[in-house]
Structure formats: structure tokens, C-alpha cells
């Protein structure tokens, strides 16, 4: 239907804190991705779709 939504909470430190950054975040392709997780995860995530996604620049996460 065209709707995403996500909440404003994220990982840091062990601990839920407020989100810095949107977690939805719109390709240049117009691609809608959503993140969850620790923050450092979800701000590289972040960057590499406002990039366009990549192949050879996928960010590698952080094991929890």
C-alpha cells in the first residue's frame, strides 16, 4: 500500500537510545530501506543506500 514506518529507537552501547538519523532511508532509485539494530550498523547501512546501493561497497555489520 505504499506505507513503511519505523520507530526511533536504536542499539548503542548495549543500551535503546534515541535514533540520530531517519531509519528509513530512500534510495536515489527510489527504494525505500529500513533498519533495525545498533546504530553503528544502521548509519553505515544508511550511507551505502544514500550511495545507491553498491555492489562492491556493501557495508559489513557489526556481529552482535
Given at each position: 500500500d505504499g506505507i513503511?514506518?519505523?520507530d526511533s529507537a536504536c542499539w548503542?552501547?548495549?543500551r535503546e537510545q534515541p535514533n540520530p538519523f531517519p531509519k528509513i532511508t530512500r534510495?536515489?532509485?527510489g527504494t525505500l530501506v529500513g533498519?533495525?539494530?545498533k546504530s553503528a550498523d544502521a548509519?553505515?547501512?544508511?550511507q551505502w543506500v544514500l550511495a545507491g546501493m553498491p555492489?562492491?561497497?556493501a557495508?559489513?555489520?557489526i556481529p552482535l
Open positions: 513503511m514506518a519505523a548503542s552501547g548495549g534510495a536515489p532509485d533498519m533495525a539494530g548509519w553505515w547501512l544508511r555492489v562492491d561497497g557495508p559489513r555489520l
